[in-house]
């Protein structure tokens, strides 16, 4: 491990922390595009969208269902924990997840801005009413106490904007960051793979954990091609023996 990170780390007024899909491989939740893909076992283009949900409301639903079994049945892992430990060591530390699957905060960080929404929430397609009940396709899929509308995942689906303020405020922390760390995403997806650029255009010094290259590993500043619970691991365990 970079002994430079570290230092960097410890010295470090302001940290922020981009993750994708790549952090939740260890705890056994399918990247998008790699080759187990949940996207290739289900067609998601095909249903995570707003015209597949108007179509068939309860096929989609299914397939969420599906999804938020999946994810409650597996657990953070030791790279999720490690970011809460550089949480805690940092002063602005603020993380920006393109993943739905809730595992950062179940990990303990405390900030956490989800660009992509949180699978485990519903709420209404018409009004954006949280839901707070069960959903129970028995007994149909669920409409809005308020407006009537149907009920739906709390998700960005293909071609839904992000919400406005959880995109404002990853621009802000991609702009103040005095690092920057890309952790397991494949860039491709906009606008969360121009928040690196942004963060190296205001001199941040920026490391990317992927053992695969992507668009963004030209512009860091360190590259660890290794999976992210051995990166941040290791960089945890440094961490705590500098603190000791
Ligand atoms: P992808 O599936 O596109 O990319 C996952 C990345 O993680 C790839 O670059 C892998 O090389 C890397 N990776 C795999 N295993 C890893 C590991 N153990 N440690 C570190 N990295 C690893 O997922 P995302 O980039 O997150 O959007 O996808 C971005 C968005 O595309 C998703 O949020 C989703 C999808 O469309 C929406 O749902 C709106």
């Known amino acids: 491990m970079d002994k430079g990170l ?39 283009e095909e249903l995570a969208n707003y015209q597949a949900f108007q179509k068939d409301p309860r096929l989609v639903w299914e397939w969420y269902l599906w999804r938020r079994e999946l994810i409650k049945n597996v657990n953070p892992n ?28 179940l990990a303990g960080n405390q900030k956490v801005t989800e660009l992509h ?14 839901f707070l009940g ?15 509308g149907l009920i739906r995942p709390d998700v960005v689906w293909f071609g839904e904007i992000l919400p406005q303020n959880a995109i404002q405020k990853a621009y802000e922390i991609a702009m103040r960051s005095e690092i920057f760390m890309v952790v397991g995403t494949s860039g491709v997806v906009e ?21 695969q290259k992507t668009p963004i590993t030209d512009i860091t500043d360190l590259y660890i091609s290794d999976p992210a619970d051995k990166a941040l691991q290791e960089i945890e365990k440094k961490i705590i023996e500098r603190l000791n």
């Open 6 to 44: 570290i230092e960097l780390v410890m010295n470090a007024n302001s940290l922020g922390v981009l993750t994708g899909a790549g952090i939740s491989a260890a705890s056994g939740i399918p990247t998008f595009r790699g080759k187990d893909g949940l996207w290739k076992k289900h067609r998601p």
């Open 78 to 105: 030791a790279a999720h924990y490690a970011l809460v430990t550089i949480e805690k060591v940092v002063e602005n530390y603020n993380l920006i997840t393109q993943n739905v699957d809730n595992l950062h905060t």
């Open 117 to 130: 929404g949180n699978i485990m929430r519903s709420k209404c397609s018409v009004c954006s009413k949280p």
């Open 134 to 148: 069960k959903i129970n396709l028995n007994a149909g899929v669920p409409k809005c106490e308020q407006c009537n």
């Open 191 to 211: 606008p969360a793979a121009s928040l690196p650029f942004i963060a190296a255009n205001n001199n941040a010094y920026v490391v990317e954990i992927n053992p």
